[in-house]
């Protein structure tokens, strides 16, 4: 029997629930089991977390919060439980023990809760509140009833006498808090045990006024802000490479230069992990020293969509046992790729919490579109100078496209929250095909020191 049974809740948490169970993983106390609690997730939630040891995953129609975790209870078999929302990852390696001491020496203890930290991408309003509620004192209450079952743990022995109320839709922490508290019990809310949080305990109202306050605590504590779990920082994060290949790559060609140069680019990354190259030549790969996947075998491979292809190339990533967390798609026929590109980018989307991001070339003409009747109008009517009026920006995906794994799954390369980084020089625009002829893109070399200079 467990000394602990820890109930994670889950609703389409398909991007998070990875690294809240790797982590659990990670834990120095281990005497736990992980029971699952879904609503009817309708997009990969449920298969990313069989992944991981699950004493048991229950399913369930309605949402009522405190139903939920009474349901996850009645299966479980811990003496202590843990109720740990899918989107919160513990900050280190004795999160569990560190909520699991307080019980040693009082026997009135009902129940504890950990410290929530914003991420870098929390937004201002939740970080202003995860900040102000969640303090670095531990303190022991004995009439404050505040509770919060997304970071808590609680006796067996207590619950069995107060259940959660699985009528009310929110706050059903507070009122089994308030419960307790009225039976002579007492609550303790210990600092130690952190996790982190995307988001706060009031999602939106007035977010300029919050944007005020969080910049005064950033100046009174800035790294505080700007934190990530360690599975999100750029450097622990699966980020795999995606490379297609139309047709034949004769050697000795400037595709093969090109190709030969994104592929010694990615090797470069600091950020990037394992490199694929989907190609017809199955020797291809292993003369380039990466994996490959073999396009021929892709059923309608030529015929296929961006979104298609990368979809397909995942599930066959996946299928090798690696799961990476977002895949970078890059066309190798761009010879003027700035330099470092590929790590701005996955810099981007772990620290701003982007679902996809690629880069965008920034445009301050003037475009007109045909309305679809006998009309013309126009993108922006202003004459005014350029730095009073905000630019488009021309998306030059083939440069690098990040995106996460449950955007790819739902069978789009873009999609979610959408991050932009922008490209000033115009020549990183072009493209093999599109400068006329090999001369062309010749005589621009021999204006350059190597290809991807800048």
């Known amino acids: 029997m467990p000394e602990i049974s820890i109930i994670v809740r889950t609703k389409n948490e398909e991007r998070w629930i990875a690294h809240c169970l790797a982590m659990l993983n990670k ?19 449920v298969t990313v977390a069989s992944r991981y040891k699950l004493a048991a995953v229950v399913n369930i129609d309605k949402f009522l919060p405190g139903q939920a975790l009474n349901e996850g209870i009645r299966v479980s078999k811990g003496r202590f439980i843990v109720c740990l929302s899918a989107h919160c990852i513990p900050k280190g390696t004795d999160w569990l023990s560190m909520l699991r001491r ?9 129940g504890v809760y950990g410290r929530q930290l914003p991420v870098s991408f929390t937004s201002a309003v939740d970080k202003r509140d995860l900040i102000t509620v969640f303090g670095q004192d531990r303190r022991m209450q004995i009439k404050d009833y505040f ?5 808590s743990i609680l006796r067996r022995d207590v619950w069995e006498k107060f259940p959660f109320d699985e009528q009310v839709t929110n706050i059903e922490d507070r009122v089994w808090g308030k419960a307790v508290i009225e039976a002579g019990y007492s609550i303790v809310y210990d600092p130690d045990a952190a996790v982190y949080h995307y988001h706060g305990l009031h999602q939106g109202n007035a977010p300029e006024r919050a944007k005020g306050v969080v910049s005064i605590i950033g100046r009174v504590d800035q790294g505080l802000l700007n934190e990530l779990p360690e599975s999100l920082r750029p450097e622990h994060a699966n980020i795999a490479a995606v490379v297609p290949v139309q047709g034949e790559v004769k050697s ?6 090109l190709l030969v140069s994104a592929i010694a680019d990615l090797k470069q990354s600091r950020y990037v992990g394992n490199i694929y190259l989907v190609a017809a030549d199955t020797d291809l790969a292993e003369r380039l020293g990466v994996n490959g996947i073999d396009r021929s075998k892709l059923p309608g491979a030529e015929k ?26 890059v066309n190798y026929d761009y ?5 470092g590109l590929f790590d701005d980018l996955i810099r981007d989307a772990q620290y701003k919490g982007y679902d996809t991001v690629f880069p965008g070339l920034v445009d301050f003409g003037h475009y007109w579109f045909h309305n679809g009747s006998s009309e013309f109008k126009q993108t922006d009517s202003s004459m005014k100078s350029r730095d009073q009026r905000e630019p488009i920006y021309q998306a030059l995906y083939g440069l690098g496209c990040v995106s996460s794994a449950w955007v790819i799954r739902t069978g789009k390369v873009v999609a979610g929250k959408i991050g932009i980084l922008p490209i000033q020089d115009p020549k990183s625009a072009l493209r093999l095909r599109d400068l006329g002829s090999v001369q062309i893109y010749e005589a621009l070399l021999d204006h350059h020191s190597g290809l991807g200079a800048e």
């Not at 307080?102 to 009902?110: I, M, R």
Request: hydrophobic residues 35%.
């Open 27 to 45: 834990q120095d106390f281990q005497d736990f089991e992980v029971i699952l609690v879904d609503n009817n997730s309708s997009d990969h939630t």
């Open 102 to 110: 307080n019980f040693d020496e009082d026997d009135k203890l009902a």
């Open 147 to 151: 509770f919060h079952n997304a970071n």
């Open 252 to 257: 000795g060609s400037l595709e093969e230069r």
């Open 304 to 329: 296929m969509s961006l979104d298609e292809l990368m979809s397909e190339v995942l599930r066959l990533i996946e299928s090798r046992n690696n799961f990476p967390e977002a895949l970078l798609y």
């Open 335 to 339: 010879p003027f790729r700035p330099a």
